[in-house]
């Protein structure tokens, strides 16, 4: 059981994690799934970077940017160069066990350089797994278009609702169901401050309450401008119902001090006000919106408390499905980086293994114990 | 792409909308999933039995049986035997393409004769795909080891919300986290009542009503008294909690007239009584529950109207995350069983092709474009 290589892009707080995580399922993802890892490449933005084709020991490494040492020298080139250099000498890339996991910030502006990390390394033959929102928020398309032609996985379930399922859930649980449109709560910045602006909090006090927490995003606007929401919905959009959009062509509206007065009206009359992300099908067109809506009492969404996040899809064949995530934080969101690798990392062994045996699946015989004798 | 050869077990509602069903999706299972099929026997209980090695007409049949034909002559030996003589003439379980789905109704004394027809279906080299509880509530645990050692699958997503996927969700999408317990609303036709009779319908009127529907069990007290639910957390508990619980072994109290007048004193206390499924480890011991039980009315499973189900799964790493079933019928079961047949079919299909290319898998190589030019 050869081990994965894993090149870390972006080593923050949501890296770090999954560094330490790695090693707390070290035994269950070595038994159940036949994954092992060894992280060869590691490049941070302001912590220089590391390589090291026997492994890196990257939780000492996280330890130490913790207290505000470098992981290493500051590279030449950019992030991009790096994964090249790293495929370029390692054999992993061609056995398809070559993984790296992005974990930069989101770039409102463009999703870049997250996108190019994306397309240099399906590219160089490494699968990518990500927890940014940006390449599947603005090229979807043209990222699993050259996932395809790389055959190599582009995955990224951290983008929404953390390590909830949601896109491995449509892909893997609900074969030939195609969603015709969802809803959602998907920013817990923001809900949270809804959720406590009711309570009287003001929009100012919950919005440090949160960034204290490191919750919030660095740059307020993100969350409260409802940015976040836009990308993830953008997100959704593109994977699930075939959209092209991204976050700016995305119908906006965020939270301010006076929505805060809007959500203690709507209370009074019963009601909840939440930051509503939806999308759908309008004839051929893809409609989507993020935005404040009063919602009734007994709307699931209108439940929602705090942190948490739901997702409502709209199917045809079953209806509406929700999922609700009640626990949200750096663990959850690492976890997904771990779900996806373990998809690539079934894959690739269960080719490798059907390679290996090179003929058809096993022939029980009818002359097996239980099927003829009774 | 060969078809699948598919025996259906049981005959009634679930297995005639299943036949409708993939006819429907007939050609996105093709396309995106490689998945034909061909329906070669049909056991019924009251309308005789079919065989075709090439191909029966059961849409036709299943327009037959609503009129009160027979499908064909009534036969010898049980539904087992049935099972034993189709998987000796085809050469399709050899070659892992024999899927039997059993849809008899669940039989609450012992789970027979379904677990039989499990057991012989994966003894004579078949997987199957059931709706029925029976199986996962009674004999997990001996089935699942039978499954391996045939190199079969056996699947029953439909047991439990229907084609909501809870199985496969914790199967296929959240690797490495085991749930340490769950809560759920799992039964329709009890939160109906419930539903109904705190809005002063009586439980008689509300009963009938779910008969009249086709939602209830033809048997109430499957039902009323919890039977339905406690199966159904057998199950839960036997495949995500790693229990031997049989429903018979799960502390059970079901609804009667004067839990709809808790209902309703409930109700005026801002509360919502529901029958709640619960299971979770007490130390060594699985500890399981189904009955009345008031919750706050900020409860994710208290916000559930009608029909609605839900299961809330605990998780330590995840924390909570919970799947909200918002339309049920008799469409959403047979879906399942068509989930769990494609699951099944990209097994087998994948296998194959590795098994074709007998080799490592592909080679993008460094020189491709967006690797090294830029």
Chains 1, 2 share one sequence.
Request: with cysteine.
């Amino acid at each position: 059981m050869k081990p994965f290589e894993l090149v870390l892009v972006g080593f923050g707080h949501v890296a770090q994690r999954f560094v330490t995580l790695l090693e707390e399922l070290r035994e269950p993802l070595a038994r159940d799934y036949g994954v092992t890892t060894r992280i060869t490449g590691i490049a941070t933005r302001r912590h220089g970077r590391a390589y090291g084709a026997r492994g890196l020991d990257a939780v000492s490494l996280a330890e130490g940017v913790r207290h505000g040492e470098a992981v290493g020298r500051a590279g030449d080139g950019s992030s991009s160069d790096f994964i090249r250099q790293i495929a370029a000498k390692s054999a992993a890339a061609e056995e398809s066990r070559l993984v790296v996991v992005e974990t930069t910030t989101l770039e409102i502006g463009d999703g870049q350089p997250a996108i190019d990390h994306v397309q240099t390394s399906l590219a160089c033959g490494a699968h990518v797994v990500t927890a940014n929102k940006g390449p599947a928020a603005f090229a979807y398309r043209a990222l699993a278009a050259a996932a395809v032609r790389a055959e190599r996985r582009f995955l990224f379930e951290g983008a929404v609702m953390d390590g909830i399922p949601i896109f491995n859930l449509v892909r893997e649980t609900l074969p030939a169901v195609t969603p015709i449109g969802f809803r959602g709560v998907v920013n817990s910045t923001t809900n949270y401050m809804l959720t406590a602006m009711e309570a009287g909090q003001s929009f100012g006090d919950a919005l440090a309450e949160m960034q204290a927490m490191g919750v919030a995003e660095a740059d307020a606007s993100l969350d409260v401008d409802g940015w976040d929401a836009a990308a993830k919905t953008a997100a959704l959009a593109n994977v699930l119902l075939g959209a092209s959009l991204t976050p700016h062509t995305i119908e906006r509206e965020g939270i301010t001090p006076a929505t805060g007065l809007r959500a203690v009206a709507a209370r009074k009359m019963g009601r909840r006000l939440k930051l509503v992300a939806r999308a759908g099908r309008e004839g051929d067109r893809i409609t989507a919106r993020v935005g404040p809506e009063e919602l009734a009492e007994d709307d699931l969404l209108a439940g929602l408390e705090g942190q948490q996040n739901a997702v409502v899809f709209h199917t045809e064949l079953l209806g509406e499905i929700a999922v609700v995530q009640r626990g949200a934080g750096l663990t959850q969101t690492a976890y997904a980086l771990v779900a996806d690798l373990v998809t690539i990392g079934r894959e690739v062994t269960a080719a490798e293994r059907s390679a290996r045996r090179a003929r058809p699946p096993a022939r029980p015989g009818r002359s097996r114990g239980g099927c003829g004798r009774r």
